[in-house]
């Protein structure tokens, strides 16, 4: 735990793909702070895996569960969550993650993001559709999230970056200049 985060919870947010659970783990690690993915925990809780949840109940159904989730971790403290990429959606749940902790957006160029997930299999929001309806598919949901993650307090032009733990120091470092900011008159 390093003591100028004062046990704030550290939300990664991000388009799918973009790393928020490799990242999250890595930077819980060097934070030794305790990891939290908020897929898995509404996983678990319904017993169901996302694809079967949105396939069974819908997309609303699941948003519910994920509120739920939320509401339960942030009431806890000093833990590195990874989000679901469609959480900034909810104005509750961008307000529980802005008054209970920082929130960390990775952000990718979409060109990059098509190559990371046009392979992906368990997201309900991209399944049966072909690459070109993929890279119309990211485009036009990024233009609807891009304004919420651009609300992060920390963005992270990942872009450039070569490796998850590239991702984490440039994290680190940003952290540890809002502290430096933070203590300034
Ligand atoms: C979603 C992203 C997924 C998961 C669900 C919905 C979204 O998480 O929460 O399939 O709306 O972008 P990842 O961002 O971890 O893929």
């Known amino acids: 735990m390093i003591p100028f985060l004062d046990k704030k919870q550290i939300y990664l947010i991000g388009f799918m793909g973009a790393g928020k659970t490799t990242v999250g783990k890595l930077l819980a690690e060097k934070l030794n702070q305790p990891f939290v993915d908020i897929d898995d925990v509404i996983e678990k809780k319904a017993d169901l895996t996302i694809p079967i949840m949105f396939e069974k109940f819908g997309e609303n159904y699941f948003r519910k569960l994920e509120t739920d989730a939320l509401q339960r971790i942030a009431s806890d403290r000093g833990n590195v969550i990874a989000t679901g990429g469609g959480i900034i959606l909810n104005a509750e749940n961008r307000r529980i993650m802005k008054s209970t902790g920082i929130t960390i957006f990775l952000k990718w160029h979409s ?16 399944k049966s559709i072909n690459e070109s309806q993929l890279v119309h598919q990211i485009e036009t949901m990024l233009n609807q999230r891009q304004p919420f993650y651009e609300q992060a307090d920390i963005i992270i032009d990942a872009n450039e970056s070569t490796s998850p733990d ?11 200049s809002r502290n430096q900011m933070d203590k300034e008159p």
């Open 166 to 176: 590239a991702i984490v120091e440039l994290i680190i470092q940003q952290l540890m």
């Open 111 to 126: 060109a990059v993001l098509f190559q990371r997930i046009k392979n992906s299999t368990h997201r309900p929001l991209l």
